[in-house]
């Protein structure tokens, strides 16, 4: 079993910046691609960016150019650098982990959840 926590959303103003972390606890090892997704209200939940085990980077269209991920492999870490923030970019944001070596966009591709935190950006 591997266990997901995410930390560090909050309430950002329009254009600023916030990091949130992810740490895989538990069997690790099956961590090999980490993913953040997210959720708005009344929206279904999409892939923002995902990261391998080799650190190669997966960026949705909405997100590139203003979001860096990257993770530490001793500590089995994951953040998500979020930069020049936008309302629409306010939803609920969700760790996810796969022991699939490539990155996925299909939910069912993730094995391991975490509970989420929220990310609010007002305007």
């Known amino acids: 079993q591997v266990q997901v926590a995410e930390s560090g959303g909050g309430l950002v103003q329009a254009g600023g910046s916030l990091m949130v972390s992810c740490t895989a606890s538990?069997?690790?090892?099956?961590?090999?691609?980490m993913g953040w997704f997210r959720q708005a209200p009344g929206k279904e939940r999409e892939l923002v960016a995902a990261?391998?085990?080799?650190?190669?980077?997966y960026y949705a269209d909405s997100v590139k150019g203003r979001f860096t991920i990257s993770r530490d492999n001793a500590k089995n870490t994951v953040y998500l650098q979020m930069n020049s923030l936008k309302p629409e970019d306010t939803a609920v944001y969700y760790c996810?982990?796969?022991?699939?070596?490539?990155?996925?966009?299909?939910?069912?591709?993730?094995?391991?959840w975490g509970q989420g935190t929220q990310v609010t950006v007002s305007s």
């Open positions: 996810a982990t796969t022991t699939n070596t490539y990155i996925s966009r299909f939910e069912r591709t993730y094995d391991y």
């Open positions: 538990g069997r690790t090892s099956s961590s090999l691609t």
């Open positions: 990261i391998t085990w080799s650190s190669n980077p």
